[in-house]
């Protein structure tokens, strides 16, 4: 089946600094989505990027579908960015849907 | 607008109980459904996903069950928890293929 992985699984900034987080996926895809989950939380969807640049305020994604790989990069952290980011995939047609593990984004003061 | 609601919020159950969960959207005419299940600290997983009214697909086999008795609901469910059950338990809607939306999701706490 298909795999997802993310890195880094954690990432440690401070206020102010850029994030650059990673998703690499096993086959192709045809949806790939990009999550924030709060810590306990529910998911609130970021970005929906199946190839290209998109760009959403401080957010931009940028996918290869070529090269399986996908970016989510969020420009002048907020401390209310910490929490966990999730990429994810499907195929038009197929409702199976992966996720990757998770990038743990903590952002200090 | 679109709603997804979740109930209940949380609920703390004995082992070999029953258990229901349940899932409801508004504001969208038949929608694809799907139910996730996060252990606390662990990887998202799809466990079942409804693409009409009374047919439900397994992902994943949990010792679950899922039902879709409504164009707008989908339940969760077991006649036997266990232990592992334990975790977050997600809701989701998408127009097939497309961006998927979540619902506020139930912790589960099996003791």
């Known amino acids: 089946g298909q795999q997802v992985q993310q890195s880094p699984a954690s990432l440690v900034l401070q206020e102010g600094e850029n994030a650059e987080l990673q998703c690499n996926f096993s086959s192709t895809a045809t949806q790939l989505q990009w999550f924030y989950q709060s810590p306990g939380g529910s998911l609130v969807s970021l970005l929906s990027?199946?190839?290209g640049t998109k760009h959403t305020g401080r957010l931009t994604s940028t996918t290869v579908t070529k090269e399986r790989r996908s970016s989510l990069h969020i420009s002048s952290s907020q401390t209310t960015d910490s929490g966990t980011y999730l990429c994810a995939i499907n195929n038009y047609g197929n409702e199976k849907i992966t996720f990757g593990a998770g990038t743990k984004l903590t952002i200090k003061p | 607008a679109q709603t997804i609601h979740q109930w209940p919020v949380a609920e703390i159950k004995a082992v070999g109980s029953p258990l229901s969960l349940g899932c409801t959207i508004k504001g969208k005419s038949s929608p694809n459904l799907y139910w996730y299940w996060q252990a606390t600290g662990g990887t998202l997983q799809q466990l079942f996903y409804s693409i009409t009214v009374g047919q439900v697909e397994s992902v994943v086999q949990l010792n679950l069950s899922a039902s879709r008795p409504k164009d707008d609901q989908f339940i969760l469910s077991t006649e036997k928890l266990l232990l592992s059950h334990s975790g977050f338990y997600l809701c989701?809607?998408?127009?097939?293929?497309?961006?998927?939306?979540f619902g506020p999701g139930t912790r589960l706490t099996v003791l």
């Open positions: 989701a809607w998408s127009r097939g293929g497309e961006e998927q939306y």
């Open positions: 990027n199946p190839s």
